[in-house]
């Protein structure tokens, strides 16, 4: 008998555990809502440390793509020792998380946290189609309407989980005569 802890896939995401970076000289978070006691944590935490921060929260802009203009802006100026936390829903984060990429940080510069539990973003294999749902299979896909399997693989690069068909004798959403 192995006495080995259960070794987890390294595609699923592994999110923030409530300590500042301490090698940070400026911390950036980008939240998609005010007044969520998740964010009242977080900015407490991150002000308990001497190191300046900036906040960035959508409530703030018209649109999601004014925030992310905002954000390549302040990323644009920003200094090496940056720490950047995203904070809210999958749908919010992930996108944030490949500007900050494409910005040049590194994963390891980059925080994130999910704020909302139950919904995940899932990419349909066969359709290309990304939506929302739980990560329990089986799950119809709303566009190809091919019934998926939910893979234990995340895509940090699209930002969802991985559907693929469940059955493979019956890949298409037609049923079989």
């Given amino acids: 008998m192995s006495t080995t802890a259960k070794q987890f896939s390294t595609s699923i995401p592994r999110y ?42 959508l409530t703030d802009y018209s649109s999601t793509a004014e ?10 100026e920003a200094t090496i020792g940056l720490r950047v936390y995203l904070l809210g829903d999958e749908d919010f984060i992930w996108p944030l998380h490949a500007l900050a990429r ?9 925080e994130v ?15 290309s189609t990304t939506q929302h749902g739980a990560l329990e299979s089986p799950h119809t896909c709303t566009e190809c309407g091919v019934v998926l ?28 005569a």
């Fill in 102 to 110: 494409v910005a040049g940080l590194q994963a390891e510069e980059i």
């Fill in 16 to 57: 923030y555990n409530g300590e500042p970076n301490q090698l940070a000289t400026h911390h950036l978070l980008v939240s998609q809502g005010r007044g969520c006691t998740e964010q009242d944590r977080i900015c407490a935490s991150l002000n308990r440390t001497s190191v300046p921060m900036t906040h960035l929260t």
């Fill in 149 to 176: 399997e939910i893979r234990q693989h995340f895509s940090r690069r699209l930002g969802a989980y991985l559907g693929v068909c469940a059955d493979a004798r019956q890949p298409f959403a037609q049923v079989q």
């Fill in 67 to 76: 925030l992310q203009r905002v954000m390549l802006s302040t990323l644009r």
């Fill in 113 to 127: 946290i999910p704020s909302v539990a139950g919904g995940h973003s899932i990419y349909c294999v066969h359709c």
